[in-house]
């Protein structure tokens, strides 16, 4: 079985909740008023998984994380399932009041969800030590925030994330840094966990650098201003 990263199980988590906001937007055109309850609803689930994982938080309706980047200085994994448990419990609270059938059903889906992002991630957590692929992460952010329809206000926060990532910024490390600290905290916790599929390491050294001089041409092309430092 090709193992899941913590990071694509949270945005996996995400992109099922989205759904749901996709079909309230398509039933709020038929101005059903049960609507901007199930999205107020979902936006509980959405605002915990923007807080650990903030560079998808924006395509998804959570607002004011465009300069935050994935925490990777500490190891989140505990206060993560935390704060999920909460939500299922005030999810299931709010079921208990509610009344309307459909906004029912959409706490259920959003219930599922959230057990679905627990469970996958305490078997990654059990089995795998963690591996991020950063450079690729990177890209994606880079690539995402400079899509053209993304206002130029906005894509101009890129510039504070590649910083971050770099070490560059006050209070941060390179993420890369990082990333390899967490990865030998697990080992030494326990020396059983087991890696990545070799190809998958393969496959992300050998797209590096190619990932590496796209960005670089991305970043040329925009209207921002000192992102060389970063590189």
Known sequence: ???????????????????CGLISASAFAAEQSWVQKSNDNAKVLLNVMGK????????????????????????????RMKEMRAVIAEYQKRMRAETDPKIKQDLQILITSA????????????YFFPYNDI???????????LD???????????????????????GYR???????????????????LLGP?????????????????GMKELLSKSEIKGWEKSF
């Open 115 to 126: 057990e679905d992002s627990i469970r996958s991630e305490g078997l990654n957590r059990k």
């Open 148 to 170: 053209p329809r993304i206002p130029k206000e906005r894509q101009k926060t890129l510039l504070v994330r590649l910083e971050k990532y770099a070490g560059l910024a006050k």
């Open 174 to 192: 390179p993420a890369t840094e990082l990333a390899k600290e967490r990865m030998f905290e697990r080992l030494k916790a326990n020396p059983k």
């Open 52 to 79: 650990y994982s903030p560079e998808g938080a924006g395509s998804l309706g959570v607002d004011g994380l465009d300069e935050q980047i994935t925490d990777l200085s500490r190891d989140t994994f505990d206060t």
């Open 197 to 213: 599929y070799k190809g998958e390491v393969e496959q992300a050294l050998g797209d590096a650098p190619t990932l590496i001089a």
């Open 135 to 145: 450079t690729g992460m990177i890209f994606g952010v880079v690539q995402q925030t």
């Open 1 to 19: 079985m090709k193992r899941k990263l913590s990071v694509q199980a949270v945005l996996a988590a995400w992109a099922f909740s989205a759904s």
